[in-house]
C-alpha cells in the first residue's frame, strides 16, 4: 500500500488493464502530452496504436469508441472536460445507450468516458465548469459512477473497464492531486455498492465526488454537537438504495449533497427514493444541496455563490438541528 | 468483371425482394393496419443488393432508417422483418424496434440507425476495431445524402482518412432530405467531391444501375481490405416514393417522378438487361415474381399469427450483465 494521487490510481488502473486485456485501448485528445494527465506515459509501454490521440472530434471519439466496443475492443475514452461530451452526446444516448436493448442483449458496448466534471475556482467559467452527471441518469442503459478518493478510483475504474455496459466515469477536477492509500496489487470496487465513508447516528449525509471530502471534514468540525454518518454511493448507476435507507431509517435525518445544479438534480432522486421507503421514520425534512440554477460564472467570488461549499453544507446541517 | 448467370439471377431475386417486399408493408400502413414509422427505399433496390453482393461474410454493414433493403439483401428473412413491424416476439428484435432499428447480428449487421448519420461515428469505430485487430474486415455505413451535412460526417470521414481504417461511406444520394430537395440541401454538385477534403477516393456512380454498384463496391471494399483506407461512394438515385409511408410526396414535381419511375427504375433496368442477355425469360421473370410474392404473403401471415413479447421482459437487457455471457 503507498499514497497516491488520485491522478496515477487512475493511471495504474488503465496500466493495470491494459497490461491485462489487449483489447482495452485508450483514445482521446492530447492525452499523451496535454490535459489533467491519467492517461501519460502509457504510450511508452503501449504504444500509439492503443493510445491514441484523436482530432478534436468529441462526437467520432465517442462514437468511435461504441463501434470498437460493438466489436469487442473495450475502448476508454477520454472526453478533456464533461462539457464537451454534449458535443457527442447522441453517441451515447441514441447509440451507446440502446445497443444492448435493441438486440436483446446479443450485442454489448463495453466502453468507459472519462471526463473531468465540477469546480472550485478552476477558473473554467461556463462551459469549463460544469456537473452534467445528473443528466445521464435520466438515460437507461449507462452506468455512472463519480468516485471521491483514490482507492475508489482505481477499483471503480478497473470494474468499469471491465463492465459489458457503456459506464460513464466522471472525476472531480479537483480530486485529481488527492491523496490516498491504493494498493499497487490488482482489486475492483463492485458498482451498486455505497461506502459508508464515516459512521453516525443523527444524520445521513449522502455526499459524491469532491464533495465527500468537504462533507468529511464538516461531520469531524462537528463531531461533538451531531453523529454524522457520510455515505459515498460511488456509483449512481447502479444506485444502492439499501445502504441509504437502512442509515436514514437510523438517523431519521437526510441531507443530500451533490455538485449538480439542485434542479432536475440527482439530489432529488435520491431523496424521492428513500422517502418511499423510509418517510415514517424522519425527525425532520430531507434536504439537498447542489449548485444554484445558474450558469457557473467565471469570478472566483461569483462562482462560490453558485457551487456547494463546505460552508454551505455545516450551514444546512446545524439548521436540521437548529429546532 | 465476369460475374455468372446464377449470380445474376440471384441479384435480380434480391431486388425483386425488396421491392415486392416493401410494397407490401407499404400498403398494409396505408390501408391503416400498421403503425409507426415505415420508410421505403423504391429505387434503391440496386444499391443494397450490389453492396451486400461485393462483400465478404465477416465484413460489417451499419445500416440506416431505410434499410429493409440492406438487410434483405444479406438474408434476413421477409418474415422476421415483417414481423418486428407487427411488434411480435418472432420479430427480428423481438418487437423493440419496428422498421427502424433492425439488427442482425447472424449476418454482423449491427442496429440500424434511426438518426441521420448517427451510425458514420459508429461504424468508424467497428473499422477502427478491425484496424487493431487485424481481422481483414471491411465495414460499411449507409446513409443518405441528408446526413452528409451532419457532423458526424465531417468528424468521422476525417478520422477514417487520418488512421487509415478499412471503411467504405456509401451515401445513397436518392436527392431528397426528407421533403428537401438536395439542391435546397446542399450547393454542392457531387457528394462524394468532400472526399477530397478527406483526402480520401470520392467516386459518384449511376446507383441505379446494378453492375456498376457492384463493380465500384467491389474495388473500394479491396482496396480498403488491402490496407488502402476508406472511401467515399455516391450513388446517385430517385427515392420513388415518399420519405415515410404516409408521405405522397406533394412537395415533388410530378414530371421529374414520372421520369425516373420510367428511365430508372433500377429493377425494371436489370430485368431488361438480363433479359436481352437472354439470362432470362418472360415465363423465368413470372415464376421468380410469383414465387416472392408467395414468400411475402405467407411472411405477413407469420407476423400475424406470431405471439406478442412477453410483458414481463419489457426491461430485460437495458444492461448487459454477466449472467447473458453465459
Known sequence: ?323 | MTISKDKKIRMFKTMSRIRTFEDRLQKIYRDGKLDGHLHTSHGQEAIATGVIEALSDQDIVFSNHRGHGHFLARGTSPRSIIAECYGKVTGTNKGRSGSMYIVDTKRVMPVASGIVGGNICVATGSALASHLKKDNAVTISFFGDGATNIGFFHESLNMASLWNLPIVYICENNQYGEATKREEHQKIEKISDRASAYSMPGVTIDGTDLMTVYESVKKVVDRAREGGGPALLECVVYRLRGHSAGDVGPYRPKKEEDEWNIKYDPIKKFKEELLEQKILNNQLVEEIEGEIEKEIEEAVNFALDSDAPIAETVSKYVYREEEDNE
Open chain 1, 1 to 323: 500500500m503507498s499514497k497516491c494521487m488520485y491522478v496515477e490510481a487512475l493511471r495504474m488502473a488503465l496500466r493495470e488493464e491494459m497490461r491485462r486485456d489487449k483489447n482495452v485501448f485508450v483514445m482521446g485528445e492530447d492525452i499523451t502530452r496535454y490535459g489533467f494527465g491519467a492517461n501519460r506515459g502509457l504510450v511508452d509501454e503501449f504504444g500509439a496504436e492503443r493510445v491514441r490521440n484523436t482530432p478534436i472530434s468529441e462526437a467520432a471519439i465517442i462514437g468511435s469508441a461504441v463501434g470498437a466496443a460493438l466489436r469487442g475492443m473495450r475502448p476508454v475514452a477520454e472526453i478533456m472536460f464533461v462539457d464537451f461530451i454534449m458535443i457527442g452526446m447522441d453517441q451515447i444516448v441514441n447509440q451507446a445507450a440502446k445497443m444492448s436493448y435493441l438486440s436483446n442483449g446479443e450485442l454489448s458496448v463495453p466502453m468507459v468516458i472519462r471526463a473531468p466534471e465540477g469546480t472550485e475556482w478552476f477558473g473554467g467559467g461556463a462551459q469549463h465548469s460544469q456537473t452534467l452527471h445528473s443528466i445521464f441518469m435520466n438515460i437507461p442503459g449507462i452506468k455512472l459512477v463519480i468516485p471521491s478518493d483514490p482507492y475508489d478510483a482505481k477499483g471503480l475504474l478497473k470494474s468499469a473497464i471491465r463492465d459489458d455496459n457503456p459506464v460513464l466515469f466522471f472525476e472531480h477536477k479537483q480530486l485529481y492531486t488527492q491523496k490516498g492509500e491504493v494498493p499497487e496489487e490488482d482489486y475492483t470496487i463492485p458498482f451498486g455498492k455505497a461506502a459508508i465513508k464515516r459512521e453516525g447516528e443523527d444524520l445521513t449525509l449522502i455526499a459524491t465526488s469532491w464533495m465527500v471530502k468537504h462533507s468529511l471534514e464538516v461531520a469531524e468540525e462537528l463531531k461533538n454537537e451531531i453523529s454524522i454518518e457520510v455515505i459515498d454511493p460511488r456509483t449512481l448507476v447502479p444506485l444502492d438504495k439499501d445502504t441509504i435507507i437502512k442509515s436514514v431509517k437510523k438517523t431519521g435525518r437526510l441531507l443530500v449533497v451533490d455538485e449538480s445544479p439542485v434542479n432536475g438534480g440527482i439530489q432529488g432522486e435520491i431523496i424521492s427514493a428513500v422517502m418511499e421507503e423510509s418517510f415514517w421514520n424522519m425527525e425532520f425534512p430531507p434536504k439537498r444541496i447542489g449548485s444554484l440554477n445558474t450558469p457557473i460564472p467565471f469570478s472566483e467570488y461569483l462562482e462560490k455563490e453558485v457551487i456547494p461549499t463546505k460552508e454551505k453544507i455545516k450551514k444546512e446541517i446545524l439548521n436540521i438541528f437548529s429546532s
